[in-house]
């Protein structure tokens, strides 16, 4: 995949334009990730969101992304955050 670098993680991550919010950008208003995972997973459902398994926004590794439910989503990035509590930035940036 073009604008995208290998990491030791196995993580693609987005060389490109960014979002604000850490997310990689198309340039043309896309989200990088939800592209990635429209060309190589399969297709986008309305309203699911593409979760980052490797909890990294800028990775658009089409292994690491999976689509789920906004529901599922939140209940994912809760168990992730009980498990690590550290300072493990997830994308959702969930305020307490
Ligand atoms: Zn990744
Ligand atoms: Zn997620």
């Excluded at 592209?35 to 979760?51: D, Q, R, S």
């Excluded at 209940?75 to 955050?81: D, E, F, I, N, V």
Aim: glycine letters at 10%; one cysteine or more; charged letters at 20%.
């Amino acid at each position: 995949m073009m604008l995208s670098a290998l990491t030791a993680g196995g993580c693609r991550m987005w060389q490109a334009g960014f979002f604000t919010s850490g997310y990689g950008e198309m340039g043309d208003g896309r989200y990088a990730h939800r592209a990635a995972y429209e060309a190589f997973v399969g297709p986008l459902v309305a309203k699911m969101h593409i979760h980052h398994l490797c909890f990294n926004r800028g990775c658009v590794e089409p292994t690491h992304l999976v689509q789920l439910t906004p529901k599922a989503h939140g209940a994912a990035h809760r168990k992730a955050r009980l498990k690590e509590r550290r300072s493990v930035k997830t994308e959702l940036e969930v305020q307490w």
